[in-house]
């Protein structure tokens, strides 16, 4: 076919040239009927061409199905073992997933942890220590109840650096005199320390309520205690 159009295109430019050379009409006409074969035999062709590139185009009309090629047995004792999928399988059954491998924790956050600097975790870990134990000890039938806090006295005793006794082992802190401290090894803290330690305050001396007390009154006097004014 491309031979024949390329043929009625070399055809049409004769006529042409003999159209141009006579100046009949007639040729121009024969001219235009040739090149327009010239162009149906190209479309044919290019059509042609399209349905022999097509997929499936060349295979014959009763293609038989590729075998399957047999999987060995498996090993006896062996485990389950996952199907891959045919990919001439006409029922295309995916093959079951397997499970996810479980996540491993980055390199870069163990090092992180391991690199935490040794006074920081030291302090943590007596704090938590502490703590633990003070909640351990709470329900230690001999232990001093513990003392109700008000609010506006914990405000004030939040930061205050007046010293309380401790004893080893005992979740509560003391005001000197305490009956509970009698037999007992004390030692001075300071407030703040000793509540970030995780002591409580004692019910019988009550430190905190005697302590904000104490702190107001402090206040009060260094509000008033400037020299009078003069007189004149």
Same mark, same amino acid.
């Given at each position: 076919?491309?031979?024949?159009? /390329?043929? $009625?295109?070399?055809? =049409?430019?004769?006529?042409?040239a003999t =159209?141009?050379?006579?100046?009949?009409?007639?040729?121009?006409?024969?001219?235009?009927?040739?090149?327009?074969?010239?162009?149906?035999?190209?479309?044919? /062709?290019?059509?042609?061409?399209?349905?022999?590139?097509?997929?499936?185009?060349?295979?014959?009309?009763? +293609?038989?199905?590729?075998?399957?090629?047999?999987?060995?047995?498996?090993?006896?004792?062996? &485990?389950?073992?996952?199907?891959?999928?045919?990919?001439?399988?006409?029922? @295309?059954?995916?093959?079951?997933?397997?499970?996810p491998a479980?996540?491993?924790?980055?390199?870069? /956050?163990?090092?992180? *942890?391991?690199?935490?600097?040794? =006074?920081?975790?030291?302090?943590?870990?007596?704090?938590?220590?502490?703590?633990?134990?003070?909640?351990?000890?709470?329900?230690?039938?001999?232990?001093?109840? $513990?003392?109700?806090?008000?609010?506006?006295?914990?405000?004030?005793?939040?930061?205050?650096?007046?010293?309380?006794?401790?004893?080893?082992?005992?979740?509560?802190?003391? $005001? @000197?005199?305490?009956?509970?401290?009698?037999?007992? &090894?004390?030692?001075?803290?300071?407030?703040?320390?000793?509540?970030?330690?995780?002591?409580?305050?004692?019910?019988?001396?009550?430190?905190?309520?005697? $302590?904000?007390?104490? /702190?107001?009154?402090?206040? *009060?006097? +260094? =509000?008033?205690?400037?020299?009078?004014a003069s007189?004149?």
């Open positions: 076919m491309i031979m024949g159009a /390329a043929g $009625l295109v070399l055809l =049409g430019a004769g006529l042409l =159209g141009l050379l006579t100046g009949v009409t007639a040729w121009y006409w024969a001219c235009i009927v040739a090149c327009a074969g010239a162009a149906i035999l190209i479309v044919l /062709a290019r059509r042609s061409l399209s349905r022999s590139r097509a997929p499936g185009a060349t295979d014959p009309a009763g +293609a038989r199905e590729p075998t399957r090629a047999a999987q060995p047995p498996a090993p006896a004792g062996a &485990g389950p073992t996952t199907r891959v999928a045919d990919p001439a399988d006409d029922l @295309g059954t995916p093959a079951p997933h397997a499970a479980p996540e491993v924790a980055p390199a870069s /956050a163990a090092a992180a *942890s391991a690199g935490e600097t040794s =006074g920081g975790a030291t302090a943590v870990g007596a704090a938590a220590t502490s703590a633990a134990r003070a909640v351990t000890q709470e329900d230690d039938p001999d232990e001093p109840p $513990l003392e109700e806090v008000e609010v506006t006295d914990l405000l004030v005793v939040l930061d205050l650096t007046d010293e309380v006794l401790v004893v080893d082992e005992h979740p509560r802190y003391h $005001l @000197g005199g305490c009956p509970h401290l009698e037999g007992h &090894g004390t030692i001075p803290l300071p407030l703040d320390e000793a509540r970030a330690d995780g002591f409580t305050p004692c019910g019988t001396c009550r430190p905190d309520r005697t $302590l904000a007390a104490r /702190a107001r009154a402090r206040r *009060s006097d +260094a =509000g008033d205690g400037g020299p009078p007189s004149g």
